[in-house]
């Protein structure tokens, strides 16, 4: 096992073509109460493609670009390539995803959805809410979608083309109705400074005042704003970074807890046990027990 550091290069993932039809830009994934590929859990990694996931049942937590997501139910999670994923844990899934190159864009018959809001992402977003109705016309194509490819004809790969063209145009509509309102503010750029400060500083910096600092503002007007436009405290998401890295430490290292709790800028091991049982409800000792036995 060995550390691996954000700061250097992370594993880039490829888009692997599965036994249907030895596609290389281009895949769909089903998971009927099952789970995900393990050997990505609590590993920081980028992908080479783009993907997009309808999400019936969950209840595990992803980062995308150091953004905990908490997957919700009948709802739509997206990302494009480079950008950096941890996926923090894992429970069984129920979902349909779709994955796809930059090569599949260049594609004659594909070439306008390179020019979709969703596929552009300008407002940098990842979730996607469904009503009701969106819900039953997203089922519906990914229906004509798994059905299509997993008959392999001359005409596959147009009816594909042409079945994603109509899911994506229709998500986009809801994107930008998403996302448009909330455009991009002051306030929200301030949340996303202190995200990034947050993801360079965490080991060192477990303050709000800290960060505040480094932003030239006042502590009490940063976890106002935070708090406005994430719905948590500011100091929630200092601690949720720090126990995203104590748990990576805790699964993929044979560190001790005295040394993950100085690696985090914990004065003491006694103090690292009981923040990481407070935030997760299980000491260290026993996070680490329970995740190698569950996932090795």
């Not at 905990?68 to 429970?91: A, H, M, R």
């Not at 100091?235 to 720090?242: A, C, D, F, N, S």
């Not at 709790?261 to 329970?290: H, I, Q």
């Amino acid at each position: 096992m060995h550390i691996l550091n954000y700061n250097q290069q992370l594993p880039i993932y490829s888009l692997e073509p599965d036994d249907i039809t030895g596609n290389k830009h281009f895949r769909v994934y089903n998971y009927e109460g099952s789970l995900p590929n393990q050997s990505e859990l609590l590993i920081p990694h980028r992908k080479d493609h783009f993907l997009f996931v309808f999400i019936r049942r969950a209840g595990s937590r992803q980062w995308i670009d150091m953004v905990p997501y908490i997957l919700k139910d009948n709802t739509v999670y997206f990302s494009g390539p480079n950008q950096i994923i941890v996926k923090e844990e894992f429970e069984k899934l129920w979902s349909t995803g779709i994955a796809f190159t930059n090569e599949f864009l260049s594609f004659q018959e594909n070439a306008s959805l390179s020019k979709l809001p969703l596929i552009q992402n300008l407002y940098n977003g990842h979730e996607l809410l469904l009503k009701e109705a969106d819900v039953n016309f997203v089922e519906d194509m990914l229906a004509k979608i798994n059905a299509e490819y997993q008959n392999p004809s001359e005409w596959q790969q147009r009816m594909l083309a042409a079945y994603l063209t109509v899911l994506l145009t229709y998500l986009s509509r809801l994107y930008t109705k998403q996302f448009k309102d909330n455009g991009t503010s002051v306030d929200k750029l301030l949340l996303q400074q202190f995200q990034a400060k947050i993801n360079e500083c965490f080991r060192e910096l477990h303050e709000v005042g800290d960060y505040a600092s480094l932003l030239h503002i006042s502590a009490g007007h940063l976890s106002e704003v935070v708090k406005t436009q994430s719905g948590k405290p500011a100091i929630k998401h200092i601690h949720e970074r720090l126990v995203l890295e104590a748990r990576r430490l805790l699964f993929h290292t044979h560190n001790s807890l005295k040394e993950i709790a100085f690696d985090l800028g914990f004065a003491d091991a006694s103090y690292f046990n009981r923040f990481f049982k407070r935030e997760t409800g299980v000491t260290p000792a026993e996070y680490r027990a329970n995740i190698r036995k569950m996932y090795r």
